[in-house]
Structure formats: structure tokens, C-alpha cells
T-cell receptor, first 114, second 109 residues
Framework: DTAVSQTPKYLVTQMGNDKSIKCEQN?????MYWYKQDSKKFLKIMFSYNNKELIINETVPNRFSPKSPDKAHLNLHINSLELGDSAVYFC?????????????FGQGTRLTVV | DAKTTQPTSMDCAEGRAANLPCNHSTISGNEYVYWYRQIHSQGPQYIIH???NNETNEMASLIITEDRKSSTLILPHATLRDTAVYYC??????????FGAGTTVTVRA
């Protein structure tokens, strides 16, 4: 079983559309994250939830909205997609939000906006 | 946030030890050093982390200098599958894992 799974793996969509990426972890972790990796390969944190509560909200457009229906899921909704949103989005989870806790990443969702 | 400095790239021979350096001269006393790697087209993979003491697990060893201003990740017997980008990260008090450019490690046969 995959520990952190994301769907879909690939997503091609037109500008202006609204899309969602789903993430599920079966590790029993309390904390989940969304990261974005752009064409320059830098990984930047976008959001983090701990026990369904938003704890990290980096400066991202408000077209991006995370939703955590329960501790095992953290979905990312993106409205009015733009060309610059094209990137690989990674979901991750960790047991808690402590400094002494490693994070496990999913395999990524490659989003292409055309 | 404490910054890290890593070489842009390095090569190593298959079967030999790979020593990856990282400088973090502004690290604070309660900040951990983490190492992750990203193999092409995959998600980042946790390798190891430590605070003050040297650490070892099934993947690697982490050597942290006594003043904590630098560390070295050691892959004891590099294989072709270890070719990846390796990230050294100092985890600050806000709990974020912030990735830099990392070191591109190429293991050659």
C-alpha cells in the first residue's frame, strides 16, 4: 500500500478551469502538507494542516484552497487556472508538527495548464 | 531561517562512499538538520536527520560537527540508484521544511 497517494498523477487542463488534486495518507499521521515544484525545480511549501486545522499558509494566490475533510485527506482545489500554475504538486504527511519528525511525500501530480 | 550551502553537483563511483557536505553556519541550537533526496520524477524521500549527535540508519550516516555549523551525509556504498538531488535542510522553529537547490549527485559505473 502506498503511504501517501495523490490523484491524479497527470492533469492537463485549459486556462480558466477549476480542478482538484486529492491526497490521502494511510500512516495515521496528524499533519499534512502541499508543496509546489516549479520548472526551476525548487520545492516550496504552500499549506500545512495539523489535525484538520490550517497551520501554514504561505503566500499563494487565493485561487488555491486546501480542504481537509479528515486527518487522512488533504485536497487542493485550484480555481481559474493560469499558465503559471503549471508545476508538479506534492502532498506530504508527518506524524506531527514537531521539529523531530520526518515527512513522507507522495509521487506528485504534474499539472499542465494550456 | 538558517540557510544551507551545498555544492551544486558531485560525481561518485559506484561502490564507493559518497560524502555530501552541507554548511549551515547560522543554525540555532534547537534546529534539526534533515536530509532528503529526490530521484528523477519522484517525490522527495526522507534519508536521515539529527540535532547534535551523529546518526546512522539503513540508508546513510549523518555527521554533524561539534559546533553544528556543518554536516556531512555519507552514503556508504553508492549505487546507480542513488543518483538524485540531495537536499540538506535546517528545520526552523516554524516547523517548515524549506528546500533549496540541493546537490545533484551522479553515481557512475
Amino acid at each position: 500500500d502506498t503511504a501517501v497517494s495523490q490523484t491524479p498523477k497527470y492533469l492537463v487542463t485549459q486556462m480558466g478551469n477549476d480542478k482538484s488534486i486529492k491526497c490521502e495518507q494511510n500512516l495515521g499521521h496528524d499533519t499534512m502538507y502541499w508543496y509546489k515544484q516549479d520548472s526551476k525545480k525548487f520545492l516550496k511549501i504552500m499549506f500545512s494542516y495539523n489535525n484538520k486545522e490550517l497551520i501554514i499558509n504561505e503566500t499563494v494566490p487565493n485561487r488555491f484552497s486546501p480542504k481537509s475533510p479528515d486527518k487522512a485527506h488533504l485536497n487542493l482545489h485550484i480555481n481559474s487556472l493560469e499558465l503559471g500554475d503549471s508545476a508538479v504538486y506534492f502532498c506530504a504527511s508527518s506524524q506531527d508538527r514537531g521539529r523531530d519528525t520526518e515527512a513522507f511525500f507522495g509521487q506528485g501530480t504534474r499539472l499542465t495548464v494550456v | 531561517d538558517a540557510k544551507t550551502t551545498q555544492p551544486t553537483s558531485m560525481d561518485c563511483a559506484e561502490g564507493r562512499a559518497a560524502n555530501l557536505p552541507c554548511n549551515h553556519s547560522t543554525i540555532s541550537g534547537n534546529e534539526y538538520v534533515y536530509w532528503y533526496r529526490q530521484i528523477h520524477s519522484q517525490g522527495p524521500q526522507y534519508i536521515i536527520h539529527g540535532l547534535k549527535n551523529n546518526e546512522t540508519n539503513e540508508m546513510a550516516s549523518l555527521i554533524i560537527t561539534e559546533d553544528r555549523k556543518s554536516s556531512t551525509l555519507i552514503l556508504p556504498h553508492a549505487t546507480l540508484r542513488d543518483t538524485a538531488v540531495y537536499y540538506c535542510i535546517v528545520r526552523p522553529n516554524d516547523y517548515k521544511l524549506s528546500f533549496g537547490a540541493g546537490t545533484t549527485v551522479t553515481v557512475r559505473a
